[in-house]
């Protein structure tokens, strides 16, 4: 009888699927609609001997299709999510597609991205053998409130015999670590680009995450991303195994581990943390560490996350960012503050969120849009129907005013850039908006 259950749960799964990609519909309905028929049925399946999930606030659809990208060109076989649906119905869909309707799922790898806050959830019945945790930031704070309130959920995905695979340079991550055996830590040495002071519009590695003493920092990444030490308990910042050990953002290269260069293809510190995760597991695997920075070098996304293109005579990228995560938004702003010959910036805040309704903007003032005041941008254009809350926001800088241009209409903005001018254009805006955008221009 579980023999034919399971069976009938899989051929479901892979019948709706197949209907959904004709329709052009997303993968949670097949997961959901097996988890009704049978609950259990993660259970039920026969793993690969790798499984491998990887979550955290930022990068995880990045990171794992970077994954995905060195392990297949390597001869794996690599069943992994690419739609990006990452809670326990996706995953479901994921899992089931990939397996016979014996139900063994018949890739080397099953290679996870998971949301943070469900987790717990997807891996009661699936245990990783490695789990990568990204980052922990203020992240739509009306669904996920404070980071270490996501953190006590991540906690309670972690089970023994998992190896954890840790940002040691994010406090909060570090600390699932702290104490146990079975952890590898990533992280960078001190950069060229590091500040001794922070330098951004607020602290969440003030305190220690262990004792809650203040701690302090001998260098910062970004944010709160460094190396930090605890006054009083002893929590500090973990040796890593696998280190960032040179950056040189102007030039667009990366070193790994003293002698792995690696060209970038978006100069961004956000995006050299996304290349060492991918570039950890896949030296954990058994990847030579050459063939890894050799599949790195220069390569471009494929999620849309960076799109180039033009307008008019106008060359542009667009970045796209979380609305309510404000170190996805400087780590935007700072891309293109570091655009030496000259830049426009657009930035599009047209619905708060794709998910629920919400006016709250208040994440806005968590967002270091002083990086803006800089000789490198020229104009600043604000677009969207929440161009007012953004112009408020920018009247808190110390940005010239006959530097920011106001559009409700988004249609009306992108007029207004395609310009006889000859500066590039970087627009930061997130998932939800950037198609209104793309909609007007013609894509690289």
Same mark, same amino acid.
């Given at each position: 009888m579980g023999i034919m259950k399971r069976f009938f749960t899989i051929l479901i799964c892979k019948l709706l699927r197949f209907a959904g990609k004709l329709l052009g519909k997303g993968s949670s309905l097949p997961g959901q609609i097996a988890l009704k028929l049978c609950p259990d049925i993660l259970s039920r399946v026969r793993l690969p001997k790798y499984i491998i999930a990887v979550t955290g606030s930022n990068g995880k659809t990045s990171t794992v299709e970077m994954i995905?990208?060195?392990?297949?060109?390597?001869?794996?076989?690599?069943?992994?999510?690419?739609?990006?649906?990452?809670? =326990?119905?996706?995953?479901?869909?994921?899992?089931?597609?990939s397996a016979t309707l014996g139900g063994k799922v018949k890739s080397d790898i099953l290679l996870i991205e998971s949301d943070e806050r469900f987790a717990r959830y997807t891996f009661r019945y699936i245990k990783p053998t490695h789990y990568v945790i990204t980052n922990l930031y203020r992240d739509q704070l009306t669904r996920n409130g404070h980071p270490e309130w996501v953190y006590d959920a991540l906690l309670d995905s972690i089970t023994d015999g998992t190896q954890l695979i840790l940002n040691a340079d994010d406090p909060l991550v570090a600390s699932f670590g702290w104490g146990k055996d079975n952890v590898i830590w990533f992280g960078a040495d001190k950069l060229s680009s590091d500040t001794e002071k922070l330098e951004s519009a607020y602290n969440d590695g003030a305190y220690c995450p262990i004792c809650k003493a203040p701690m302090t920092y001998s260098t910062h990444h970004y944010n709160h991303i460094g190396h930090y030490a605890c006054t009083k308990c002893g929590y500090k910042r973990p040796d890593t195994k696998y280190t960032i050990t040179d950056v040189d953002l102007e030039n667009g290269e990366m070193t790994v581990d003293g002698k792995y260069k690696i060209t970038l293809a978006l100069k961004s510190l956000y995006n050299i943390y996304n290349i060492l995760s991918a570039y950890t597991v896949a030296s954990i695997v058994g990847i030579d560490g050459e063939e890894i920075a050799?599949?790195?070098?220069?390569?471009?996304?494929?999620?849309? #996350?960076?799109?180039?293109?033009?307008?008019?005579?106008?060359?542009?990228?667009l970045?796209?960012?979380?609305?309510?995560?404000? =170190?996805?938004?400087?780590?935007?702003?700072?891309?293109?503050?570091?655009?030496?010959?000259?830049?426009?910036?657009? =930035?599009?805040?047209?619905?708060?969120? #794709?998910?629920?309704?919400?006016?709250?903007?208040?994440?806005?003032?968590?967002?270091?849009?002083?990086?803006?005041?800089?000789?490198?941008? #020229?104009?600043?254009?604000?677009?969207?129907?929440?161009?007012?809350?953004?112009?408020?926001?920018?009247?808190?800088?110390?940005?010239? &005013?006959?530097?920011?241009?106001?559009?409700?209409?988004?249609? &009306?903005?992108?007029?207004?850039?395609?310009?006889? #001018?000859?500066?590039?254009?970087?627009?930061?805006?997130?998932?939800?908006?950037?198609g209104k955008f793309l909609a007007k221009v013609k894509e690289d």
């Open positions: 995905a990208h060195i392990l297949i060109k390597n001869g794996k076989k690599v069943s992994w999510n690419k739609e990006g649906s990452n809670q =326990i119905e996706g995953v479901t869909t994921l899992v089931l597609n050799m599949d790195m070098n220069n390569y471009v996304l494929k999620n849309g #996350r960076v799109i180039t293109f033009e307008l008019g005579g106008r060359k542009g990228t970045l796209t960012s979380k609305h309510e995560n404000s =170190i996805s938004y400087d780590q935007s702003i700072r891309v293109a503050s570091a655009f030496k010959d000259g830049c426009d910036v657009m =930035i599009i805040v047209d619905a708060v969120s #794709r998910k629920y309704f919400t006016s709250d903007v208040s994440w806005l003032y968590d967002i270091d849009f002083e990086m803006l005041k800089n000789e490198n941008v #020229r104009e600043i254009v604000l677009a969207g129907k929440y161009f007012n809350d953004l112009a408020v926001r920018f009247s808190y800088t110390d940005i010239p &005013e006959d530097k920011i241009k106001l559009f409700e209409d988004i249609d &009306e903005a992108v007029d207004y850039l395609n310009s006889d #001018r000859k500066e590039y254009i970087y627009v930061i805006t997130c998932f939800s908006d950037k």
